[in-house]
């Protein structure tokens, strides 16, 4: 009789561990994403244009694959408004998301969050390295991203391209939604001199009318890791 237990233990054992494997809740896996929100609040945003992006930046969150996504990779998201230099803030902190009330809560932070400023330049190497330094108490997480949202290039401050090797060394990627309204290829600007990492990308909105679209598929993109480089 204690030899049949013994073999019956023997047997389930494997099924198990099998189980434990499959079962095991992601939060056992640790922090995945530790992502940065980064909104363009210069001069060349006009009231209702900060509202555009507001609104659908929230929307983004709320989009059921990337709910899924965060949540599947206990992402910690950050917002952060940025314009000349000296003028950025994190004006929403490291978030963890672990629920979908959790992702639904920033949603409703990001829609109502007040902007900082409005008349200023366009500092996006400044931006850059706030977003670089804020990431200290995200260390723990696997995958660093910088989300930058913006309307024009960089004149104030800083080059975005002079921050390439520090960002490579720390290990962050920054992707780009490049919003074209009077620029002059805003796109190509940003694919050569703001995103860098593995499979970095820039995705364009024809104006902000089409920038709630477009962050959706940003968002996606970012948070399943999809790699392609640009759209």
Not at 151 to 167: F, H, K, T, V
Request: proline letters at 3%; one cysteine or more.
């Amino acid at each position: 009789m204690r030899d049949l237990r013994h073999l019956a233990k023997l047997r389930v054992m494997p099924v198990m561990l099998l189980f434990l494997l499959l079962v095991l809740p992601m939060r056992a896996l640790g922090c995945g994403l530790a992502l940065v929100l980064a909104v363009d609040v210069s001069g060349s945003v006009d009231r209702q244009e900060y509202r555009i992006q507001m609104e659908g930046l929230a929307t983004a969150l709320r989009d059921g694959i990337v709910v899924d996504a965060l949540i599947s990779q206990q992402a910690h998201v950050s917002l952060l408004q940025w314009s000349g230099s000296s003028r950025q803030k994190q004006t929403i902190g490291w978030t963890a998301l672990k629920s979908e009330q959790e992702v639904a809560d920033l949603a409703q932070r990001v829609a109502t969050d007040p902007r900082q400023w409005r008349n200023y330049s366009t500092a996006i190497g400044e931006a850059l390295t706030v977003s670089i330094a804020s990431f200290d108490p995200v260390a723990h997480c696997r995958r660093k991203v910088i989300d930058v949202s913006g309307d024009g290039r960089s004149n104030e401050g800083i080059a975005p391209e002079q921050l390439r090797s520090l960002l490579v060394e720390s290990g962050i990627t920054v992707n780009a939604l490049a919003i074209e309204t009077e620029e002059d290829d805003l796109t190509a600007y940003f694919f050569e001199n703001l995103i860098v990492g593995e499979g970095a990308f820039v995705i364009t909105a024809t104006g902000f009318e089409d920038y709630p679209e477009q962050i959706i598929r940003k968002l996606r993109r970012e948070t399943t890791k999809q790699l392609s480089r640009l759209e």
